[in-house]
């Protein structure tokens, strides 16, 4: 647990709940947020629940179970199994204090005995289990059998009832949740999250004159950020590239994470591998920052961090219509396109842009003037505003 100085308020705690230890795989939201929670004093620390040492055998022997009965592997983490084992660990560490809750489940254990422990709960989440269940279906969701995901379902609306209040970070994760699981208006509240990457890292970026748009800059640079290619569209932003590029554009695609080959050795495309953020920062700013306009096509997305990442960073994005990314694209700027939208047209909402300087010169300024409101320190002060009422 890290811990911020001591206040004679109520200590507030970042919950995570992952079966892995580090609690920065994948986007690390839970990791970025802590840190800046903790360094403007809106949290008291952070706690990631998970399985560990032989105090929590029970826990790895109803895993073995689970995988012995036939089910799927991953479901576990989603069962009371799972949750019950290591909130009963938890909850005596955190007696008297009021926990955030960065995973859509408490459990029935949690539920039940929370009270007793003086406990006060409260979720932020990017988007509701109904929500990842049914977008994320032909994906990461695509191993779960029914019984997981009605069990699952029932347990999560349990926990949104006992919670004082929800915070979401898209406004359609706020209608979800208010009609699918019945959650009283009055206990909503939309704050949409930050880019992960420590504000302190950018200072230097911060500190540069405003990257003014030339009139007669002739070449472009397209970038994607991505583990997921396919889900997130990769595909057609190369063809899209490769069409532009033979009407005779002289534009470029920096990648980011996972490529195809077949992508990654394509006229035009630079694929930069995966770079680990948490080592490799500053490589990672300067790859983005010389991007012209982020591009992301999310079949699925309940919110969209690499988004962030562009806008912290004052560039302007094209993305998807899809789950909270329209909330992302308000914070900074940048144009939504249709799921689904074939390369030929991505091709010509492209073209438009670069054939009108005027055009991707606001955008860029705005994205630039609007970067802070890509950070986790302005998503703090606003989960500030929500616990204080």
Not at 37 to 60: A, I, K, S
Not at 201 to 229: A, N
Request: net charge positive; charged share 25%; hydrophobic share 40%.
């Amino acid at each position: 647990m890290q811990k911020g100085s001591p206040s004679a308020r109520r200590c507030t705690y970042l919950v995570g709940c992952d079966s892995k230890q580090d609690i920065r795989v994948f986007s690390g939201s839970t990791y970025h947020l802590a840190q800046q929670g903790v360094e403007d004093g809106l949290l008291t620390g952070m706690m990631n629940l998970h399985p560990q040492g032989v105090g929590d055998w029970r826990v790895f022997v109803r895993a073995g179970l689970w995988k012995l009965r036939g089910s799927r592997a991953r479901g576990f983490k989603f069962t009371d199994g799972y949750l019950d084992g290591i909130w009963k660990r938890g909850l005596p560490a955190l007696r008297d204090s009021i926990v955030i809750n960065n995973f859509q489940l408490f459990g029935s254990h949690f539920v039940k005995s929370h009270r007793a422990f003086g406990v006060e709960p409260y979720f932020y989440i990017d988007g509701t289990l109904d929500e990842w269940f049914s977008s994320y279906r032909a994906y990461d969701a695509a191993k779960f059998d029914e019984t997981v995901v009605r069990q699952a379902l029932v347990v999560e609306q349990e926990g949104y009832a006992s919670s004082r209040k929800i915070v979401v970070m898209s406004k359609r994760t706020a209608v979800n949740i208010a009609r699918h699981y019945n959650v009283p208006q009055c206990k909503i509240h939309i704050v949409p999250p930050g880019a992960n990457i420590p504000e302190r890292l950018l200072e230097t970026l911060d500190s540069r004159p405003e990257r003014l748009y030339r009139p007669d800059k002739k070449t472009f640079v397209i970038g994607f950020i991505g583990l997921y290619p396919e889900r997130k569209g990769l595909p057609t932003i190369a063809e899209a590239v490769r069409l532009l590029r033979r009407s005779g554009y002289d534009v470029g695609l920096h990648a980011i994470g996972k490529c195809p080959p077949e992508i990654a050795q394509q006229d035009g495309v630079t694929h930069f591998g995966l770079i680990d953020k948490s080592v490799d920062t500053d490589r990672f700013i300067e790859i983005v920052r010389n991007i012209d306009i982020g591009c992301m096509l999310s079949r699925a997305e309940l919110t969209g961090i690499a988004l962030l990442e562009f806008l912290r960073m004052g560039v302007p994005i094209i993305a998807t219509d899809v789950g909270g990314i329209p909330d992302i694209i308000d914070l900074g700027a940048g144009h939504l396109v249709p799921p689904g939208i074939s390369p030929g047209d991505l091709a010509q909402r492209l073209s438009v842009i670069f054939d009108e300087p005027e055009r991707l010169a606001e955008l860029q300024e705005n994205a630039w003037r609007r970067r802070h409101n890509a950070s986790w320190r302005r998503a703090v002060q606003e989960l500030k505003g929500v616990l204080n009422r």
